[in-house]
């Protein structure tokens, strides 16, 4: 009795904290592919939330749930069928200049050195490009722990440096809001542990910066986010919205904890119940 | 000091004799069996198995190779020329419209069939229309070495130009980089191996175009050569005339291959 009742305390649904300003409102967005009604499928059913200022979100889900697609079309590369996105005030209709973006796969061109690679959004002729680009991006790799390897190519690298060199390109014309889609899925147990490490001291550092990541692993989710929001299989919608009580700077040790593991559960709970 | 300079000496020499091994396993089976084939065709035509007239001895080509040698590299210019002036307008033809069809997909849908229906018809059939539209000279040869060279570039450009991942696209757009820039800086880099594949093969197809085209204009050229030597009879001519042309051939080759190895020495992922 007593447990069920700190529980319910603890997980706090995320609607009960002060409101901050929104930077990113979904408002019943859906996703629909294909024509005709035979060959429709509804990848994202009708999907409210918002994501304030400054905050981390994890958006978790069971794979192919609509939480990547979801993703896409906050960062404009994908069109809702219904409902509508606004970031930053604006209403979104196609990529926005200070969105930084990571996928799964860290998209590394082979044929550059990783800190060329971190340099290529600066090829875009729209975004300025500094005279302190370079320099910028050489002291990302390091904080990545890549010194000694910005003239290495992506070949020359394991998985784990890759995305490194991704997070890095995300970062290096310093984006107000940052999408990550699945992006350590690919990388081994040890790796991902470290690569989460490395991109929540990275998020700490650089203040006031709104993230959305997309994951399917619940821990991960609780490690990284200050908010997990729980996307049911497809179609689908989001069916839980909690706060991540843990003060930062975390440690991987809060994995440990009694606290990180009652979430986690409560977390696989939600994933696995069927909601039609 | 001493120790590090012997060191370094005993690692140079277990390497070069490393790779003179292996220089040996790659270059002598093929020489063997070369030099092998070549003695047994000199000995059947010499204890007169072989006609001469039918296939002269391997030294009998190579006599009548270095006395017509004049005559020979004079007519093996006009193919040479012609065979270059085809794989590059076939290069540049290919890529440009290869790359126009991958631009869009309404210009790919409209396109891409004829393209590949035009490749199924066996060219050769069309040679005789080229000579009603475009005479007997050396441009209509050249024109001709550039219909059959420029299918395969064209559709290893246009198979080249799917090779990045769908995900470098969504990447490009996400950083809101123009459709044309993605296409130079990320789909040509990626599609580059490809067309190099189109363009050996290109390479080959273009001196059979520039040949072909001499079998029916019978003017000059290799091709002229052998069809003249083949109707006199001069059978060890016309195995010089086909030495030369596979010399044609080579040197075509070679220049395209190592225009690769420049090429994706700066596109290397290594």
């Not at chain 2, 290069?91 to 409209?110: D, E, K, N």
């Amino acid at each position: 009795m007593s447990t069920a009742a700190t529980s319910r305390r603890t997980i706090e649904p995320a609607f009960a904290s002060p409101a901050a300003a929104d930077y990113v409102a979904v408002d019943r967005v859906r996703k629909v592919y294909g024509t005709g009604t035979r060959q429709q499928v509804e990848a994202v059913a009708a999907s409210t939330f918002t994501i304030k200022a400054g905050e981390f979100v994890a958006l978790l889900g069971p794979s192919g749930c609509g939480k990547s697609t979801l993703l896409m079309m906050i960062a404009g590369l994908d069109l809702p069928s219904e409902g509508a996105i606004v970031v930053a005030g604006r209403p979104l209709t196609a990529p926005r200049a200070q969105t930084g973006i990571m996928f799964q796969d860290p998209t590394l061109l082979p044929w550059k050195s990783a800190l060329d690679n971190v340099l290529f959004p600066f090829q875009v002729a729209s975004r300025p490009a500094a005279g302190g680009n370079r320099l910028r991006a050489m002291a990302l790799l390091d904080r990545v722990g890549l010194e000694g390897f910005h003239h290495h190519k992506p070949g020359q690298l394991s998985g784990g440096m890759r995305q490194r060199v991704a997070i890095c390109r995300a970062l290096v014309y310093e984006p107000d809001l940052l999408l990550m889609d699945e992006p350590f899925s690919a990388l081994d147990a040890i790796t991902r542990d470290e690569m989460n490490l490395v991109l929540m001291k990275m998020w700490e550092e650089e203040k006031h910066r709104t993230a959305l990541f997309v994951t399917h692993s619940i821990r991960e989710a609780v490690y990284l986010a200050d908010r997990v929001l729980v996307m049911s299989r497809r179609p689908g919608r989001i069916v839980e919205d909690i706060r991540i009580p843990f003060a930062r700077p975390r440690g991987l040790e809060i994995g440990e904890t009694v606290e990180f593991n009652r979430i986690c559960g409560h977390l696989r709970g939600k994933i696995d119940h069927r909601s039609h | 000091m001493t120790d590090i300079g012997l060191g370094l000496a005993r690692v140079e020499s277990i390497d070069l004799s490393a790779l003179g091994r292996t220089a040996i396993r790659l270059v002598a089976p093929p020489l063997v069996a070369a030099v092998l084939l070549l003695g047994g065709w000199e000995m059947l035509s010499r204890s007169g198995v072989l006609s001469t007239r039918l296939l002269p001895a391997p030294s009998l080509v190579f006599d009548t190779l270095v006395r017509s040698l004049g005559v020979l590299l004079e007519q093996a210019q006009p193919t040479f020329w012609g065979a270059v002036l085809g794989i590059l307008l076939a290069a540049a033809l290919g890529i440009v419209l290869g790359a126009a069809v991958s631009y869009s997909r309404t210009m790919m849908q409209a396109v891409y069939p004829t393209v590949v229906f035009f490749q199924l018809i066996p060219k050769v059939a069309l040679a005789p229309v080229f000579l009603l539209w475009f005479g007997t000279g050396f441009a209509a040869n050249v024109i001709f070495s550039v219909f059959i060279a420029f299918f395969p570039v064209v559709v290893a450009t246009i198979a080249g130009l799917q090779a990045a991942p769908p995900a470098y696209e969504r990447l490009c757009r996400s950083l809101m980089m123009p459709k044309a820039q993605m296409f130079l800086t990320v789909k040509f880099p990626f599609a580059l191996p490809h067309i190099f594949n189109g363009l050996r093969i290109g390479v080959t197809f273009a001196v059979i175009g520039v040949v072909l085209g001499e079998f029916i204009t019978a003017q000059t050229g290799l091709g002229y050569i052998i069809l003249f030597s083949a109707n006199n009879f001069e059978t060890a001519l016309l195995l010089a005339a086909i030495l030369l042309l596979c010399g044609v051939g080579v040197v075509l080759f070679a220049f395209f291959l190592a225009l690769e190895t420049i090429v994706m020495r700066i596109y290397d992922s290594r």
